[in-house]
Structure formats: structure tokens, C-alpha cells
């Protein structure tokens, strides 16, 4: 008797032990998917990046909240006894099963992974294998409702302490983006772009980016700070002076598109006065601002506050409070202003 209620404890415990690494990974995903700049995950690590892609969300709820969901159904199927039990927790368990296969495949095809992704699919894998296990074996948890609420209730700090913690700890932005964020108008939100026209990743956000921004201009207030990559990019510091001229002469954003939309090669000196000039702007004065060395300053002052917000590489902006680095499609972008300004109205 001893002895096959300690075999029934073991069983149960192998079924409940990848549960709740699955719980906790799930719950610790829930908190990063959810808040607005990652607690537990870097933003540039695979699990950001694997965030900003359409597998992050299904129905407009966000991915690790179906997990959660799952692995509670399975902790709480796992301490019921009966063939019905053994039966659902089967098919739930499979179900799960199959998902987390899906979604490992998604991490090998494009190369990128997460570690907490890879605990909770894996723990999936392995409930799937244990609760056939037990459907085949017929074998149930203790009959004794002591060792199954001992066993239960560790199903609860599983879930609770990532979230506690989650969301009680501090969001922690960089001074100097801090600072922008703080000068933000009421109903407002501010988007920080740095940015080099001459990058063609940059390029690409700019077009998926400038048609969502028109669409929400009274509600955004966007800056770009220039970060030209002259060592990759021939042209980069030309078109970042003229940038700043752009906005000094009353033009920044015109001249901003008109950078972008040039072909890189006409981005030299004398290309990008032909841009000012058909921007209505005046040659001499345009010119002459270019050859500023406060505008050096200024592009200096730009690429030392990427360096200081902790830049890996770019396009990288800020939206609120979050960081969104790479080339994202547009839709990354739109959830991203429209939750900020929900968040601020």
C-alpha cells in the first residue's frame, strides 16, 4: 500500500514537474509579451525578436497566454483520477503537444530562438509523452487528497511569482531616452528614430513607418537622432548634416522623405542642395548651414546618445517606453504607437 502510493506520487511528480517549468517560462513570456519594454528577455535577444513577429500573438491575444491556459488545464488534469481524466488530459496534452512542435519549427526556420520559448515547448513535449504514458499504463495520482494538494499547490507560485515579480520590478529605460520621454506633451507619445539614410534597413522602416506616423500625427511626437555608419556608408554623414539643416531651415521632415526616397548615390553634398533647393529651401543658407560645425556637434551628440540608450545596431527606435531594433513590418509598428497612446489617453 506504502509502497504503490509512493509509485502513484512519483508517476505524478514526473507529470507535474515539466508542467510547471512550462508555467513558469509561459508566465515569465506573458509579462514580456505584455509590458512595454522586456523584463526577463534582452529586446534584441531572439526572444524579442520572436516577439515582434506575427507568431506573438493569435486572435489579438498574446501567444503565452494560450500556454498559460494549457499547461493549468494539464497541472489540474494531472491530479484528477479516472479514465475521463487520463483521456482529456491526453488530448490537451497532445493539442499541446503538436503547438509547440509548430512553434519550435518556426524558431529553426528563421533562425532565431528564445530560451524561455524553447523551455515552454519543450515541457510541452515531454507532458505529451508522460500522459500517454499514464493513459497507456492506466495509472492515476494518489487516491489521498493530502499528497494531490500538496502536489497542486505548486501549481499557483508556478504562475504567481514570474508575475509578481514581473510586474511589480521597474521598467528601466536609459537616461537619455528617459529624458526625451519626459519632455512628451499630454496625450502624446513620443517616437525616438535613429536613424542613417544611407542604412537600407533603415530605409525599409522608413516606408513601413511614415504611412502609420501620418495617420496618428496628431498624437505623435517623433525625433531623429542621427547615427551615420561612416565607415559603411560613403554618403551617411552628408545626408545626416542635411538632415539637420532640413530641421534647422524649417524642413526636417520634407527633407527627412526626400533622403530616404534618393537614391544613394545623389546623396552627396551637392545632391542633397538640389533636395533642399526643391524643397523651397534656399541654396546659399542651406549650404551654409552644412558647413556648421555645431551641426558636426549635433551629429556627434546624436550617435553618443545611441551608444549611451545601449544601440546594437540599426534602424532602432523607441516607441514610448518600448525599443524596436531591425527592420520590423509595419504592423510591429502599429501596435506599437496605438499602445502607447492608449496607454497615455
Same mark, same amino acid.
Given at each position: 500500500?506504502?509502497?504503490?502510493?509512493?509509485?502513484? %506520487?512519483?508517476?505524478?511528480?514526473?507529470?507535474?514537474?515539466?508542467?510547471?517549468?512550462?508555467?513558469?517560462?509561459?508566465?515569465?513570456?506573458?509579462?514580456?509579451?505584455?509590458?512595454?519594454?522586456?523584463?526577463?528577455?534582452?529586446?534584441?535577444?531572439?526572444?524579442?525578436?520572436?516577439?515582434?513577429?506575427?507568431?506573438?500573438?493569435?486572435?489579438?491575444?498574446?501567444?503565452?497566454?494560450?500556454?498559460?491556459?494549457?499547461?493549468?488545464?494539464?497541472?489540474?488534469?494531472?491530479?484528477?483520477?479516472?479514465?475521463?481524466?487520463?483521456?482529456?488530459?491526453?488530448?490537451?496534452?497532445?493539442?499541446?503537444?503538436?503547438?509547440?512542435?509548430?512553434?519550435?519549427?518556426?524558431?529553426?526556420?528563421?533562425?532565431?530562438?528564445?530560451?524561455?520559448?524553447?523551455?515552454?515547448?519543450?515541457?510541452?513535449?515531454?507532458?505529451?509523452?508522460?500522459?500517454?504514458?499514464?493513459?497507456?499504463?492506466?495509472?492515476?495520482?494518489?487516491?489521498?487528497?493530502?499528497?494531490?494538494?500538496?502536489?497542486?499547490?505548486?501549481?499557483?507560485?508556478?504562475?504567481?511569482?514570474?508575475?509578481?515579480?514581473?510586474?511589480?520590478?521597474?521598467?528601466? %529605460?536609459?537616461?537619455?531616452?528617459?529624458?526625451?520621454?519626459?519632455?512628451?506633451?499630454?496625450?502624446?507619445?513620443?517616437?525616438?528614430?535613429?536613424?542613417?539614410?544611407?542604412?537600407?534597413?533603415?530605409? %525599409?522602416?522608413?516606408?513601413?513607418?511614415?504611412?502609420?506616423?501620418?495617420?496618428?500625427?496628431?498624437?505623435?511626437?517623433?525625433?531623429?537622432?542621427?547615427?551615420?555608419?561612416?565607415?559603411?556608408?560613403?554618403?551617411?554623414?552628408?545626408?545626416?548634416?542635411?538632415?539637420?539643416?532640413?530641421?534647422?531651415?524649417?524642413?526636417?521632415?520634407?527633407?527627412?522623405? $526626400?533622403?530616404?526616397?534618393?537614391?544613394?548615390?545623389?546623396?552627396?553634398?551637392?545632391?542633397?542642395?538640389?533636395?533642399?533647393?526643391?524643397?523651397?529651401?534656399?541654396?546659399?543658407?542651406?549650404?551654409?548651414?552644412?558647413?556648421?560645425?555645431?551641426?558636426?556637434?549635433?551629429?556627434?551628440?546624436?550617435?553618443?546618445?545611441?551608444?549611451? $540608450?545601449?544601440?546594437?545596431?540599426?534602424?532602432?527606435?523607441?516607441?514610448?517606453?518600448?525599443?524596436?531594433?531591425?527592420?520590423?513590418?509595419?504592423?510591429?509598428?502599429?501596435?506599437? %504607437?496605438?499602445?502607447?497612446?492608449?496607454?497615455?489617453?
Amino acid at each position: 500500500m506504502v509502497a504503490s502510493k509512493g509509485r502513484d %506520487i512519483a508517476r505524478t511528480s514526473a507529470l507535474l514537474a515539466p508542467t510547471l517549468v512550462g508555467l513558469v517560462a509561459s508566465a515569465i513570456l506573458y509579462v514580456d509579451y505584455v509590458r512595454p519594454a522586456p523584463i526577463f528577455c534582452e529586446a534584441s535577444s531572439g526572444c524579442g525578436v520572436l516577439k515582434e513577429t506575427s507568431f506573438a500573438s493569435f486572435l489579438g491575444i498574446p501567444t503565452p497566454a494560450y500556454g498559460l491556459l494549457a499547461f493549468v488545464v494539464i497541472g489540474l488534469l494531472a491530479l484528477l483520477r479516472g479514465a475521463t481524466a487520463r483521456a482529456a488530459l491526453l488530448v490537451v496534452a497532445t493539442s499541446a503537444g503538436l503547438v509547440a512542435s509548430w512553434l519550435l519549427s518556426v524558431q529553426w526556420r528563421f533562425d532565431v530562438w528564445c530560451k524561455f520559448c524553447i523551455a515552454s515547448d519543450l515541457s510541452s513535449l515531454v507532458v505529451c509523452a508522460v500522459s500517454l504514458w499514464r493513459a497507456m499504463g492506466k495509472w492515476d495520482p494518489p487516491e489521498s487528497l493530502g499528497p494531490r494538494g500538496v502536489l497542486g499547490a505548486m501549481l499557483f507560485p508556478a504562475v504567481a511569482v514570474p508575475m509578481l515579480i514581473g510586474f511589480r520590478r521597474p521598467i528601466v %529605460i536609459p537616461e537619455v531616452i528617459a529624458h526625451e520621454l519626459s519632455a512628451t506633451p499630454p496625450g502624446e507619445v513620443t517616437v525616438i528614430d535613429f536613424v542613417d539614410f544611407e542604412c537600407p534597413f533603415c530605409r %525599409i522602416t522608413n516606408e513601413q513607418l511614415s504611412p502609420i506616423l501620418a495617420a496618428h500625427r496628431d498624437h505623435v511626437r517623433l525625433l531623429r537622432k542621427q547615427v551615420p555608419l561612416t565607415r559603411l556608408h560613403e554618403h551617411a554623414l552628408d545626408a545626416a548634416r542635411a538632415a539637420c539643416c532640413g530641421e534647422q531651415l524649417g524642413k526636417g521632415d520634407a527633407m527627412a522623405e $526626400a533622403l530616404f526616397s534618393a537614391p544613394v548615390d545623389d546623396l552627396t553634398p551637392d545632391g542633397c542642395a538640389k533636395l533642399a533647393v526643391s524643397l523651397g529651401l534656399d541654396e546659399t543658407a542651406f549650404r551654409s548651414c552644412t558647413q556648421d560645425p555645431a551641426i558636426d556637434a549635433r551629429i556627434q551628440a546624436d550617435s553618443a546618445e545611441f551608444k549611451a $540608450a545601449e544601440g546594437h545596431g540599426l534602424p532602432t527606435l523607441w516607441v514610448g517606453q518600448r525599443k524596436i531594433e531591425g527592420a520590423q513590418p509595419a504592423d510591429v509598428f502599429e501596435r506599437a %504607437i496605438r499602445s502607447a497612446i492608449d496607454s497615455r489617453s
